[in-house]
């Protein structure tokens, strides 16, 4: 079964799998995120809750998302994501399926307004395996310019 890990700047490095985060409390689950406006459908935990295990340390300042599958890596602010991305992690009741993203995917509803210019359409990150809290911007490819950006999608 996939699990993912956040290590790097927090007070307990986890790893967790679909099976732990559907028996998180209903109140940070969101059952279908196409109420939060995602093109697909799947269910999810606030990051939150997620980051509240794990207790990033005062001076971690950004959100690594590592994906191994596709070499995807992207450094986003902490506090620009920390209280609205979510992590979508099962559809159908079963492991979210690569077709999907999965087996993890990261979801800002509305990224437009996080206020980061760090903050895009990339930034909503498939194929995750790995989170790493920095201080500072960590390891980010994600395209530079339209031309970059058009050519990735183009894959």
Avoid: W
């Amino acid at each position: 079964m996939a699990n993912f890990t956040i290590t790097g700047q927090v007070e307990t490095p986890i790893s967790l799998t679909f099976a732990e985060l559907s028996e998180m409390p209903a109140e940070v689950q969101i059952a279908d995120v196409q109420s939060l406006g995602a093109k697909r459908s799947g269910c999810a935990v606030k990051l939150s809750a997620i980051l509240d295990r794990c207790r990033p340390l005062p001076e971690a300042d950004h959100l690594g998302l590592h994906a191994t599958a596709d070499d995807f890596h992207a450094s986003l602010p902490l506090d620009a994501v920390r209280d609205r991305a979510v992590l979508i992690y099962g559809q159908d009741g079963q492991p979210l399926p690569l077709a999907a993203g999965g087996p993890f995917r990261l979801f800002i509803p509305d990224h437009s307004q996080c206020k980061a210019s760090e903050i895009d359409e990339c930034a909503n990150v498939k194929f995750i395996d790995r989170i790493e809290l920095t201080i500072g911007k960590g390891h980010d490819n994600r395209p530079r310019d339209e031309d970059e950006h058009r050519a990735i999608h183009e894959h």
